[in-house]
């Protein structure tokens, strides 16, 4: 579904991705893991269309897709829910959901999603004329990942879901991401919660000082000497 | 019980205040939306100014129909400008682009006032005004002009406008979106160029039509523009950046003090005034009126 090959990117003029590649087959979950300031988020952002990518290719169910603008990317089908729960505080939960229906063809399946989203948070629903700057933490990351819902993706990127966010909510938001799949979204996760997306993912990649270290499924990659060192901590 | 002039010095401070606040909306819509400072945002106001002028004097109709031709015509100026100017700025990014924006405004702030000045020295002419009257209207034993309050109903009536567009139509919560989130809104798909091309074109026809309204009131100088857009600044800041609520705030806040300073200090106090008042704000409240982020 989505396949990036020989990535390069550089931001502010450092070089951040080397010859990146990774796959996210249709219907399962990935995870990208690896340490701060790895890339991951720079990954993302680039698949998106929001940096600009020096060489390498992004491809979307057969389409290159490379520095595209990102209204076209979303069009396409991808949603990409950014890290820091970027959501737009001074308006309502409904605004903020209603903005995720950008193209004009998730517009039309406007009412469908927003009843999709509040059964998949029904507290969303509860605080739907609340400012969205007033949610908790784990509303308000529920809030993103539902407004990235409302484009009617095929493909999902949810950037660092867990940050800092208590572990009850944490399984929580993993529990939604499984149904969300479940429903048919692809999802391509960025972690640091290593054990958590090693749980939920069915494949993983190790993304370290922008480059792919380690790639598998998740059953493997749980035996993994660097993963168990580096990561769990075993 | 209070003189009865004062329900003139109020009614004179409120309305240079709503004028203020027209001026400073649109230079905060601006602002929030692609992060920069139209320093010609005042000369597009002196520009409006002129074209009254013009539509009343040569064409005989009144201001509030030359209205009807300067909000369309200053769109079109405003999203001109945008296109050829502030959009090439964009592919640098938004940090440099703020920057540079700087002295490209500056400079269209430099050609407007130039070429006026060239202008009206050619017509021999050195002040805008206009001589519109209509009778007073006699409310509780003060008569009061009827001008000031056609153009206080106007103004409250345009804000209303706007603010609806703002926070209902969804290209208004495009533009909160782009003010609140740039990063979360450009990722949602939201087409950050022309939502900047419509927000310039809208901030520009405020500020003429804000013209509109003080030539009405007082006859201006081609070299107004710049006091204006500092006053502008200072009521955005006043009243904290990116909020609507808070440049309304701000401007009538200035505008009723300016109006007092007026009466018991002397216009030259003005700019003092001003500087106390913003001092005042933000050493008690360092984010402005209604300030909210950092």
Redesign the interface.
């Known amino acids: 579904m989505l396949r990036v090959s020989n990535l390069n990117v550089a931001y502010d003029g450092i070089r951040v991705l080397w010859d990146v590649s990774l796959e996210v087959e249709d219907g399962r979950i990935v995870a990208l893991l690896g340490p701060n300031g790895a890339g991951k988020t720079t990954l993302l952002k680039s698949i998106?269309g929001?940096l600009q990518i020096m060489s390498g290719r992004v491809e979307f169910e057969g389409k290159i897709i490379s520095n595209l603008?990102?209204?076209?990317?979303?069009?396409m089908g991808i949603s990409?829910v950014?890290e820091g729960r970027?959501?737009?505080?001074?308006?309502t939960v409904r605004?903020n959901l209603?903005?995720?229906a950008?193209?004009k063809r998730s517009r039309k399946l406007m009412q469908g999603n927003l009843r999709t989203c509040y059964e998949l948070f029904p507290i969303l629903k509860e605080r739907e004329k609340q400012l969205a700057g007033t949610l908790s933490g784990g509303e308000m990351q529920m809030l993103?990942i539902a407004?990235g819902l409302m484009?009617s993706p095929r493909l999902l990127m949810v950037d660092e879901a867990s940050l800092g966010l208590a572990p009850v909510i944490v399984i929580k938001l993993f529990d939604a991401l499984k149904k969300i799949n479940a429903r048919g979204v692809t999802i391509l996760l960025v972690e640091q919660n290593v054990l958590q997306a090693l749980d939920v993912a069915h494949k993983a990649y190790v993304l370290e000082s922008g480059k792919i270290v380690l790639e598998g499924d998740t059953a493997s990659l749980k035996g993994h000497e660097h993963i168990k060192k580096a990561y769990l901590g075993l | 019980m209070l003189p009865l002039y004062h329900v003139d010095i109020v009614i004179n401070g409120v309305l240079m205040g709503a004028i203020y606040a027209l001026i400073a909306v649109g230079l905060n819509l601006i602002y929030g939306v692609s992060r920069i400072l139209n320093l010609a945002h005042g000369d597009l106001l002196m520009l409006g100014c002129v074209v009254t002028y013009l539509v009343y004097n040569i064409l005989g109709q009144t201001p509030l129909m030359a209205l009807l031709v300067i909000a369309p015509l200053f769109f079109l100026i405003g999203g001109l400008v945008n296109i050829s100017l502030i959009r090439p700025l964009m592919k640098f990014g938004l940090e440099r682009a703020a920057v540079t924006s700087v002295i490209v405004t500056l400079g269209v702030s430099f050609i407007i006032v130039d070429l006026v000045l060239f202008g009206s020295a050619r017509a021999g002419i050195s002040t805008f005004g206009v001589s519109y009257m209509l009778p007073s209207v006699k409310i509780f034993d003060i008569y009061l002009s009827s001008v000031r309050l056609l153009s206080l109903l106007s103004i409250l009536f345009i804000t209303i406008i706007l603010r609806l567009f703002i926070t209902r139509t969804?290209l208004g919560?495009?533009i909160?979106?782009l003010s609140?989130?740039r990063?979360?809104?450009?990722?949602?798909?939201?087409?950050d160029s022309k939502v900047s091309l419509i927000t310039f074109g809208l901030g520009s026809a405020l500020a003429a039509i804000a013209g509109v309204f003080i030539i009405m009131l007082t006859a201006i100088q081609a070299t107004i523009g710049m006091t204006l857009t500092f006053k502008a600044l200072v009521i955005i800041i006043l009243g904290g950046m990116g909020s609507f609520f808070g440049a309304v705030a701000g401007g009538l806040l200035l505008g009723l003090a300016e109006s007092y300073t007026m009466l018991y200090l002397g216009g030259m106090w003005i700019p003092v005034i001003d500087v106390i008042i913003l001092f005042i704000v933000l050493m008690s409240r360092p984010r402005g009126l209604f300030g909210?982020?950092a």
Do not use: C, W
């Not at chain 1, 603008?69 to 069009?75: A, C, F, L």
């Not at chain 1, 970027?86 to 308006?91: K, W």
């Not at chain 2, 990063?183 to 087409?191: I, N, S």
């Open positions: 998106m929001l603008h990102p209204s076209r990317i979303t069009e990409y950014p970027g959501v737009f505080p001074y308006m605004e209603e903005l995720g950008m193209s993103a407004r484009a | 969804f919560k495009k909160r979106a609140q989130n990063e979360a809104a450009l990722a949602l798909g939201v087409d909210k982020e």
